[in-house]
């Protein structure tokens, strides 16, 4: 059976927002994001960027949020995670309407011409794809460091998810061994200091 399939966005940006605990708990606080964007450049070829920051306790979510939309490239689809909700907040519908804000509605009210693409996936299934690409993943175990530094990795991870679930089979192929060689490339290049 054929299904219907999407061509990859012709600009791509995959967020992860690493927080010191879960989204919906009370003191949880953004200690990195990462910023992947693929920018469709030919017929299946494409050029990748990435932004990663790192943020004290004294930054705030709505300076940290402020600083990301100024950084989606203009055009890009922005693609999220959506947090998995605990199954107690679940049962409870009074529970989820007196939640305040996720991250994903706060950036999407101050992105208005920007379409959100929301997944959900499990650490597991995110770090699977992560591996599958060769990327060395943090996993639940990890450090709140290693979480850190880990981010790009991934949000690049959770880009492959999006283009091998919705993108032609050939052209995920050819955008996945673009990202391979740009991946090479980058390694090669000399440390900054």
């Known amino acids: ?17 690493i927080r010191t605990r879960p989204e919906y708990e009370r003191r ?5 994001l990462a910023l992947f964007t693929a920018t469709i450049t030919g017929r299946r070829e494409a050029a990748f960027d990435l932004l990663h920051a790192r943020f004290d306790p004294t930054d705030t979510r709505a300076e940290i949020l402020r600083g990301l939309c100024q950084r989606v490239p203009p055009g890009a689809q922005l693609l999220v995670r959506q947090p998995i909700l605990p199954a107690r907040h679940l049962m409870d519908t009074a529970a989820v309407r ?17 379409t959100l693409l929301s997944l959900t996936v499990t650490d597991e299934q995110l ?4 591996e599958a690409m060769g990327l060395e993943m943090a996993g639940p175990e990890s450090t709140p460091l290693k979480r850190n530094r880990r981010a790009p990795e991934q949000a690049m991870a959770l880009w ?13 192929r050819a955008l996945i061994a673009s990202f391979q060689a740009w991946r090479v490339l980058e390694r090669a290049k000399p440390l900054p200091f």
Do not use: W
Request: glycine share 4%; charged share 10%.
């Open 28 to 32: 949880s606080i953004i200690s990195s």
């Open 98 to 114: 007196d939640l305040p804000p996720i991250d994903n509605q706060l950036i999407a009210s101050a992105l208005p011409g920007t």
């Open 160 to 172: 492959s998810v999006y283009t091998q679930a919705f993108c032609h089979k050939a052209e995920a």
């Open 1 to 17: 059976m054929h299904r219907h399939m999407n061509t990859h966005p012709p600009v791509l940006s995959a967020l992860i927002i």
């Open 127 to 130: 770090k699977a794809a992560g």
